[in-house]
């Protein structure tokens, strides 16, 4: 089996409450690093072979915690950066009043959930290729984890679908997709998508 782990950051300090996606500097917090030394302790029997990163410093420190118990270099990638949103560096304040409506009427150059499913959908291709039967950890963001998600699950994205109870990934919860090895039935076009699990090692 090939099986790739796709991880939120844990918990960032942003004492400021801001919504900060792609704004440099914001790290763990305390309780951000405690939650990615469990994620580490869950995943440290697992014949791990790679561990990649999102660019953004949360995420990399992370994915450093993960690393380590495994003596692996954290790899990063752009394909499973934040998603780039005209509301960066606004109050969460704003956006719980606005119903956190990220994808609706988005001015252009800006990213829509197909673009973030794309790009995450991507880089699993790509490590299917490099590790055909084994084993990697995505660290990365609660909406590319989400779009991930919604993808096995033939769920479209939508602000709405985002939006529902109980849905929204938790920091440094593990979304595991598992393939089967071996050659795969194709019906219509498309091969079957991954068995899903959701993890929340704290």
Known sequence: ??????????????PQQVLYARLPHFHLSAEGRRQAEAAAAHLAARPLEAVISSPRLRARQTAQTIAARHDLPVRTSRLVDEIRTPYQGRPVAEMDAAGWLLFTDLPPGYETPADITARALRLIERLRRQLPGGEA???????IVLAVRFWV?????????????????????????????????????AEPRPAMAYHRPY
Do not use: W
């Not at 071996?182 to 076009?189: E, F, K, L, R, Y």
């Open 153 to 189: 699950q033939g769920v479209e994205f939508t602000d709405a679908t985002k939006n529902a109870v109980g849905l929204y990934p938790a920091t440094c919860s593990i979304t595991m997709l598992t393939y089967p090895n071996g050659p795969v039935a194709v019906v219509d076009g």
């Open 137 to 143: 950890v995505v660290v990365t963001h609660g909406d």
């Open 1 to 14: 089996m090939t099986v790739l782990h796709f991880i939120r950051h844990g918990e960032v300090d942003n």
